[in-house]
Structure formats: structure tokens, C-alpha cells
């Protein structure tokens, strides 16, 4: 049995963070699925590495060269193709989980952080275009993807949130999806092929290992080593606890009785930056019932040869909040650095995507030359 189908018994699913059109030609997408990946998740940045940094595109941007369309329509084009056929090799198990894994997702413009109603339009319009009922659309956690999230979850589109660091952040992503579905239940669906109450699906993408380098910089400046490495992972166990504290509560209890599914927690930037640490380490301590964690390849393969199968996540809370009030008391205010790498992440999100229209126009002046 693969550790891939091991942790999914256990009720962890595991998602590929990348993407490309050869992935999925060459089968080597649906292998993977075989051997136990649950879905995928794509972004600016892993396209511009795809397009820009391989073949694959060419032929499909010989033929859109000679269209009236936009460097940004040809990237969509693109990418939306990409996520159309993986879609289709994660149908399988989207059909076999009765809609609980088997997604792919596709972001909106990270250009669209602070603007609610373009964030709305362009995620119903990207859900719309790719028609597929495991299509989950990215929305970052900024006081203004919220109340997108509402919206869009009222209109019964799937939706990944995106750029969750802290947890008062993740407890309003919690309360946005909730108010979602109060508005799905009582309107039903608003979109085309939006799903009703019962079949609308959302994550929460809790990112892990840029806390540690921002934490471990601070800890470095005064000195101390002690909680170095090791904050990430107790935030991310706290969430976890807040998590299950939600699913508690008589205001989902009530959705839950409509058939209304978990907000899943879904644990992202998981590779380690800190050569220092274990290149595990973002997986095999976040291993836990009702969660998924995003992995790039690298992380992938290395946690398939030496990676540890054991539930972790429910270890350890009170040490974790432990850690996490040590913090405080040396003076560093967790809320503060966390809010920063949202603001800052937001930021990183969309230099990648300028560089990607900019290495699009680049190879269209090359073909077209050719």
C-alpha cells in the first residue's frame, strides 16, 4: 500500500501543488492519482514555470498568436486547458469520495486581492468557463476576498482560500464560508453548474513554512534559539484545534444537518525552506483526520521514500500553545508577523504572475518570428 492511499485511510489527502500540460499528456498525472494523490492545486507562479520553462505550450500559442486576443486571454487559455484536462483525470475520484477530493485548482488574477466584486466576476466566470464540478477556484483571505467568499460560496462555487497565516484570519474564513452557505441554503445555486448545499466544497489554505523563516528571523535578533523551527507547526496544531471547536458549534450544526460539508483545514507552502530542518517536516507533523496537505514534487517524492505515517496533528496541543505564548512573552506578536505575510504574500503572488505574461508575450514574439 502506497503512503499516499495510507494517509488518505487515515483521512488525510494529499494534493500536488504543480501543474503543467505534459503532466497530464503523459499520463504520469493519472499514475499518480493510481497510486493515491487526491487532487491539485496550481497558481501563478507554478504556471510561469510550466509555460516559460518548457515546450509543451508552443503549439497552442502558435494558434492563439494569430488571434486578436490579449497576452492575459492567452494565459487563461492556456491554463485553463491545463485545468480542464486534469479535472477530467481527477473525475475518478471526485466521483468515488461522493465530491470530497479529486479537485483542481485554479486561481484568480492575484492582481484581484483587494477588490471584492472583480474578484466575484472573475471567479464565477472562470468556474462557468472550465465547467467542471471538481474545479475549486482560489480566492485569497484578505479583508476583501471575505466577503467574496460568501458570495461565491452562496452561488454554490467551490472556492480554495487561499493565503491564510494567522489564526483570527482563519476563524473569519471559517465564519465567511459558513455565511455562504446560510445564503446557498436558502437561494440554492446562482451560477451554472453551481452546486447546492450538500455538494459545494471548500478549503482553507493555512500556509506553514513561511511563518517559521519570518518567526525564526525575529527569534534570531534577540538571540534565542529554542522555538526556532518549531512555530509553524504549533499555529498550525492551534487551527487545527479551532477547527474542530467549529464543527462544535450550533451554528454549524445546523448547516451540518442540511447537509453541508467540512470547511477543510489544507496545509500549503509545505516544502522547507531552512535547509536545516528535515524536508518532512511540514508533513509528517501536520498528519491528521479531516485535512489535506498541497505538496510540491520535491516534497512529494521525498515523503514517499522516508516520509512518516502516524497521526501528529493531534499530538502535542498544549505544548503547541505553550510555544506559541513563549513567543508572546519575548515580545513577538504572532497576529503582527502573520498579518505581514499575508500583505507580503499577496504582493509575491502577483510578481510571479506579471513575469508570466511577461515570458507569454516573450514566447509569441518568438514563434511569431519563427
Not at 492556456?78 to 481527477?90: E, Q, R, S, V
Not at 483571505?141 to 489564526?167: D, H
Request: aromatic share 6%.
Amino acid at each position: 500500500m502506497s503512503k499516499l492511499i495510507e494517509l488518505e485511510k487515515m483521512g488525510q489527502s494529499i494534493w500536488l501543488d504543480y501543474i503543467q500540460r505534459s503532466l497530464v499528456t503523459s499520463g504520469e498525472l493519472k499514475q499518480l492519482v493510481d497510486n493515491g494523490l487526491r487532487g491539485v492545486t496550481s497558481n501563478p507562479a507554478i504556471f510561469e514555470k510550466a509555460i516559460a520553462g518548457s515546450n509543451d505550450y508552443d503549439e497552442d500559442l502558435k494558434q492563439l498568436i494569430n488571434t486578436d486576443q490579449t497576452i492575459e486571454q492567452i494565459y487563461e487559455a492556456l491554463a485553463i486547458k491545463d485545468i480542464t484536462l486534469a479535472t477530467d483525470t481527477l473525475r475518478s475520484v471526485y466521483d468515488s469520495s461522493s465530491g470530497k477530493d479529486g479537485y483542481v485548482s485554479l486561481e484568480v488574477s492575484p492582481e484581484l486581492a483587494y477588490e471584492t466584486e472583480k474578484t466575484i466576476a472573475e471567479a464565477r466566470r472562470l468556474f462557468e468557463t472550465v465547467n467542471r464540478p471538481n474545479v475549486m477556484i482560489k480566492v485569497p483571505a484578505t479583508p476583501a476576498g471575505l466577503p467574496a467568499i460568501t458570495e461565491l460560496i452562496g452561488s454554490g462555487v467551490n472556492v480554495n482560500v487561499t493565503l491564510i497565516f494567522g489564526l483570527d484570519n482563519y476563524k473569519a474564513v471559517a465564519g465567511a464560508y459558513q455565511s455562504g452557505l446560510e445564503k446557498l441554503a436558502e437561494t440554492g445555486p446562482a451560477v451554472k453548474g453551481g452546486h447546492p448545499i450538500d455538494k459545494v466544497a471548500s478549503v482553507a489554505s493555512f500556509f506553514i513554512s513561511r511563518v517559521d523563516t519570518a518567526v525564526d528571523k525575529e527569534l534570531g535578533a534577540i538571540g534565542n534559539t529554542e522555538l526556532a523551527g518549531k512555530i509553524a507547526v504549533a499555529n498550525s496544531k492551534i487551527a487545527y484545534a479551532e477547527y474542530k471547536n467549529i464543527l462544535q458549534q450550533p451554528r454549524w450544526q445546523q448547516l451540518a444537518d442540511k447537509g453541508a460539508r467540512m470547511q477543510r483545514v489544507l496545509w500549503a507552502s509545505t516544502s522547507t525552506k531552512n535547509p536545516a530542518y528535515p524536508d518532512n517536516l511540514y508533513v509528517d507533523e501536520l498528519i491528521g483526520p479531516d485535512t489535506v496537505n498541497t505538496l510540491p514534487p520535491s516534497t512529494l517524492e521525498s515523503f514517499i521514500d522516508h516520509g512518516r505515517v502516524a497521526e501528529t496533528l493531534t499530538q502535542g496541543l498544549l505544548e503547541a500553545q505553550s510555544q506559541v505564548a513563549k513567543l508572546a512573552d519575548l515580545g513577538i506578536d504572532l497576529k503582527a508577523v502573520t498579518q505581514k505575510l499575508q500583505d507580503d504574500g499577496v504582493v509575491a503572488f502577483a510578481r510571479p504572475f506579471g513575469k508570466l505574461l511577461e515570458s507569454i508575450a516573450e514566447k509569441c514574439k518568438l514563434l511569431k518570428a519563427a
